[in-house]
């Protein structure tokens, strides 16, 4: 017989009909489990039969992929129009303060020889073209008719000749390279007052399109 004064700390819970300690967690097949028993765990209460464990499918459910969720292959449509947008070219302004006389100089003198060869070999094009055509010995009948008298006829020369004329070019386009090269360097001193006068010419810089 127990005490009717036990200590209500040690009361333990126990079944109608069944004798002894506490009651354990119930069993799949309503059983209660013996006291201190683990309860299985997820995967062996789902295995079968066989002792092995059904598979879980770890990840999204499984379905149909919303069409909205499909990502762009590299080559595709989707991927060209998804690129951002170019961003316009960068533009900067500068100004021109100087110019150095001595390198408009060296600048100015290659480029009057250069043209000097052109110009020669421009005269040279057009003399023979013309001579084809018999232009100057038409000039030259003409100016010896205009020109001679009976008593000098014999010692008559020719206006327009090759030596004379290759002479009288290359005479000018020397004079042309000491002229062009001369006033650009002139042009250089002068700008270079100009700008500190003014602030130079702006110049606008920019990116290829």
Same mark, same amino acid.
């Given at each position: 017989?127990? *005490?009717?004064?036990?200590?209500?700390? *040690?009361?333990k819970?126990?079944?109608?009909?069944? =004798?002894?300690?506490?009651v $354990?967690? +119930?069993? #799949?097949?309503?059983?209660?489990?013996a #006291?201190?028993?683990?309860?299985p765990?997820? +995967?062996?209460? &789902?295995?079968?039969?066989? $002792?092995?464990a059904?598979?879980?499918h +770890?990840?999204? #459910?499984p379905?149909?992929?919303?069409?909205?969720?499909v990502?762009?292959?590299?080559?595709s449509?989707? @991927?060209?129009?998804?690129k951002p947008?170019?961003? #316009?070219p960068?533009?900067?302004s500068l100004?021109?303060?100087?110019?150095?006389?001595w390198? =408009?100089?060296k !600048?100015?003198?290659?480029?009057? !020889?250069?043209?000097?060869?052109?110009?020669?070999? @421009?005269? $040279? !094009?057009?003399?023979?073209?013309?001579?084809?055509?018999?232009?100057?010995s038409?000039?030259?009948?003409?100016?010896s008719?205009?020109?001679?008298?009976?008593? =000098?006829? @014999? &010692?008559q020369?020719?206006l327009?000749?090759?030596p004379? +004329?290759?002479a009288?070019?290359?005479? =000018?386009?020397?004079?042309?390279?000491?002229l062009?090269?001369?006033?650009?360097?002139?042009a250089?001193? !002068?700008?270079?007052?100009?700008a500190?006068?003014s602030?130079g010419?702006?110049?606008?810089?920019g990116?290829?399109d």
């Amino acid at each position: 017989m127990t *005490s009717g004064n036990q200590p209500s700390g *040690s009361a333990k819970t126990t079944e109608p009909g069944v =004798v002894g300690g506490p009651v $354990g967690p +119930v069993g #799949p097949g309503g059983a209660h489990a013996a #006291p201190g028993a683990l309860s299985p765990s997820p +995967v062996e209460a &789902g295995s079968g039969a066989n $002792g092995l464990a059904s598979p879980q499918h +770890v990840g999204p #459910p499984p379905g149909p992929r919303p069409s909205g969720t499909v990502p762009p292959r590299p080559g595709s449509e989707n @991927a060209r129009r998804a690129k951002p947008a170019r961003r #316009p070219p960068r533009l900067a302004s500068l100004q021109l303060k100087r110019v150095d006389p001595w390198t =408009v100089l060296k !600048i100015s003198l290659i480029v009057s !020889i250069v043209m000097f060869f052109v110009w020669m070999i @421009a005269t $040279g !094009i057009l003399y023979y073209t013309l001579g084809a055509m018999d232009v100057w010995s038409r000039v030259n009948d003409t100016f010896s008719t205009l020109t001679s008298t009976p008593d =000098v006829a @014999a &010692g008559q020369t020719d206006l327009i000749t090759a030596p004379r +004329v290759f002479a009288i070019t290359a005479i =000018v386009g020397a004079i042309n390279i000491v002229l062009f090269t001369a006033l650009a360097t002139v042009a250089a001193f !002068i700008y270079n007052a100009a700008a500190a006068m003014s602030g130079g010419v702006e110049l606008t810089l920019g990116e290829r399109d």
